[in-house]
């Protein structure tokens, strides 16, 4: 806790007092463009990868970066999208899965959920993502299998997200996109799915140049 108080202390004396009106400015309201969807891993940082300021992402964070289906679950996420879809605005939401996924490799090994039935019950929500991997990987080593999670679940999750109605009539006017990142903890590299070539592939300048000349969202 300590450190965080010191962190409190150095962020009033050489932030906030050298930007007051940046400060004073994101008083007034918010105007995000993006729902950036992720999950809670401390490792994870949307802020710090995107290069994005405070007030620049609508961020909703849990474990697993998971979308239940619109009126099966009584959390907040249907709450947020919503809020953020219709009260906010946004125009593109990104769904960002990651490496080395707590959730994801729980998904996989039920062992891990011994003694945490929360934890399992939300897992049911990637339900689908087992299935997929049941269905196509099983014939992949347990760390490549685990990537396949990463991915395959975040696509999932879009499917899910989907049938939340705020996002489906937004989709339907063609009004909002949306996007299935997975970041790499390890070197902080970011893959996109590219629904042309069916794959995810690396948002380097070189290959971000090629996704903007093609179709955007998927």
């Known amino acids: 806790m300590q450190k965080l108080i010191q ?5 009033q004396d050489e932030i906030t007092s050298a930007q ?13 463009d993006v729902l950036f969807i992720t999950c809670s891993d401390s490792r994870i940082n949307p802020n710090l990868f995107t290069q994005t300021d405070p007030g620049e992402l609508f961020i909703l964070r849990n474990a697993g970066n998971l979308i239940p289906p619109y009126g099966e679950h009584n959390g907040g996420e249907a709450a947020t999208i919503e809020f953020a879809v219709q009260g906010l605005e946004v125009k593109d939401i990104i769904i960002c899965g990651h490496t080395h996924c707590g959730a994801m490799k729980a998904l996989l090994d039920e062992s891990l959920l011994e ?5 399992k ?14 269905s196509h990987y099983q014939h992949l080593e ?16 879009i499917e899910n997200l989907r ?19 997975v ?14 070539e069916e794959q995810f592939v690396s948002l380097s300048k070189k290959d971000a140049y090629k996704y903007q000349i093609t179709k955007k969202g998927i």
């Open 183 to 196: 970041y790499k903890i390890e070197n902080g590299e970011v893959f996109k799915f590219h629904q042309e």
């Open 121 to 134: 019950r939300w897992l049911e929500f990637a339900k689908g993502t087992k299935d997929v991997l049941l």
């Open 163 to 181: 049938t939340h109605p705020s996002v489906a009539k937004k989709l339907l006017k063609g009004n909002l996109r949306i996007h299935a990142w």
């Open 142 to 157: 347990k760390e490549k299998l685990a990537i396949a999670a990463v991915e395959e679940n975040v696509l999932m999750q």
């Open 20 to 32: 007051e009106d940046f400060f004073k400015k994101m008083a007034k309201g918010q105007d995000p």
């Open 115 to 119: 003694g945490a039935p929360a934890m």
């Open 7 to 11: 962190g409190i202390h150095k962020f």
